[in-house]
């Protein structure tokens, strides 16, 4: 009888691991690389932060140190009216998509905030891409725009890709200040 019941123990247990597994130790380097990236982000570490950024967007901006200055300026500003940012969180990627020799994921990103008026937490999802088998990944901030209107920014997405069309980050929790 105990043999029996540790048996459909196993059996029982053996789809769970197998469904938390996901990307195995890729999940470990993609959420790795992106809390150094939130750390950077955080502490104000505009140059480091920028390193993340995937490469056609650096070019967009018209190279790294513009826009590092662009970052900069931004997050001036946006402390200059009185939020700041606390923490930020990653979920766990999705399943990696092979495509156009890239791997592919997404991630929940949760910034947390004080401002004037509270404590704010936003969501987010963030596109993971890495274009050398995994070992150094970009992040980029689809925020409010489709897999589609993010293909003709950056060609090489896969459609695959699953990201919330036109949802802008969404306050979870408003407090004080002080909380």
Not at 12 to 41: H, Y
Not at 90 to 102: V, W
Not at 149 to 157: A, E, F, N, S, Y
Request: aromatic letters at 6%; hydrophobic letters at 40%; charged letters at 20%.
């Amino acid at each position: 009888m105990k043999k029996i019941l540790l048996l459909l123990i196993v059996l029982l247990s053996v789809p769970t691991v197998k469904a938390q597994s996901g990307n195995g130790a890729m999940d470990a380097v993609i959420l790795e690389q992106a809390n150094k990236m939130g750390n950077a982000f955080i502490a104000g570490e505009y140059d480091t932060f920028g390193g993340y950024a995937h490469p056609t967007i650096v070019t967009m901006m018209g190279g790294k140190e513009k826009m590092v200055a662009e970052i900069m300026r931004s997050f001036e500003l946006i402390k200059s009216k009185g939020v700041a940012f606390t923490a930020i969180n990653y979920g766990k990627p999705t399943e990696i998509i092979q495509y156009e020799g890239q791997l592919q994921c997404t991630l929940s990103q949760t910034i947390k905030m004080d401002t004037d008026g509270g404590k704010v937490d936003a969501e987010a999802i963030l596109i993971a891409v890495s274009m050398d088998n995994g070992e150094n990944w970009y992040f980029i901030d689809p925020t409010g725009n489709s897999i589609d209107t993010m293909r003709k920014i950056i060609p090489t997405l896969s459609r695959s890709l699953k990201i919330p069309e036109g949802t802008p980050p969404e306050t979870i929790s408003v407090g004080t200040k002080e909380n």
